[in-house]
């Protein structure tokens, strides 16, 4: 089964708005948790992360909640531009030494002016 | 500085043809290598990794091989193309578990 889910395949927000996206997980055993961002034809570049001995992880607009009871991560982009639209993935690991770095499906943020 | 380079851009191969994808990282000693697919309207899938020369593990069956000759090169192949490979290739290369800095892929057409 998808370890990762995005349930959401788009979201649209207007600009200057709070986008938040979304990500539920499956397995109890993932302690790092991620969110890429990918333009259309690029590929996905690593945005903001979060170990899960904290429950929220700030860096600039961007906020990352963990809610470790739910298996819930979410992103909040705060002040939404046009140029935030682009697809969000999120992803989980295990941790320690796995290398199995899993992914959502992803979720279409378009930001309009 | 880092960089990853993935060849070829893109692929149009018949069914049942060999495939070789590679990718080469510089700039980085020993980093982490990693083959992702992903399905057109389908999930970022790990195919493999690899955290050492001559060393890599399979993620997911595909009927797809991956060799790592060299500290910074690691290649895709397999002998027999299926419509189903087709699909967008990324190679990847991190230090740690983590993070990863993603190839900018191969697009592969399987006919």
């Known amino acids: 089964g998808q370890q990762v889910k995005q349930s959401s395949p788009s979201l649209t927000v207007q600009e200057g708005g709070i986008s938040i996206l979304n990500c539920d997980y499956e397995?109890?055993?993932?302690?790092?948790f991620a969110w890429y961002k990918k333009y259309p034809d690029n590929s996905p570049t690593l945005l903001i992360s979060?170990?899960?001995?904290?429950d929220k992880r700030e860096d600039g607009r961007l906020t990352v909640f963990l809610n470790k009871s739910g298996k819930h991560f979410s992103l909040h982009i705060t002040a939404s531009q046009p140029e935030d639209t682009a697809v969000y993935l999120c992803a989980a690991n295990s941790g320690g030494s796995n290398y199995k770095l899993t992914f959502g499906k992803g979720t279409l943020l378009t930001v309009t002016p | 500085a880092q960089t990853i380079h993935q060849w070829p851009v893109a692929e149009i191969k018949a069914v049942g043809s060999p495939l070789s994808l590679g990718c080469t990282i510089k700039?980085?000693?020993?980093?982490?290598l990693y083959w992702y697919w992903q399905a057109t309207g389908g999930t970022l899938q790990q195919l493999f990794y690899?955290?050492?020369?001559?060393?890599v593990e399979s993620v997911v069956q595909l009927n797809l091989s991956a060799s790592r000759p060299k500290d910074d090169q690691f290649i895709l192949s397999t002998e027999k193309l299926l419509l189903s490979h087709s699909g967008f290739y990324l190679c990847?290369?991190?230090?740690?578990?983590?993070?990863?800095?993603f190839g900018a892929g191969t697009r592969l057409s399987v006919l």
């Open positions: 690899s955290i050492t020369v001559g060393q």
């Open positions: 397995n109890d055993m993932f302690d790092y």
């Open positions: 979060v170990r899960s001995n904290v």
């Open positions: 990847a290369w991190s230090l740690g578990p983590n993070t990863l800095y």
């Open positions: 700039g980085k000693s020993s980093p982490n």
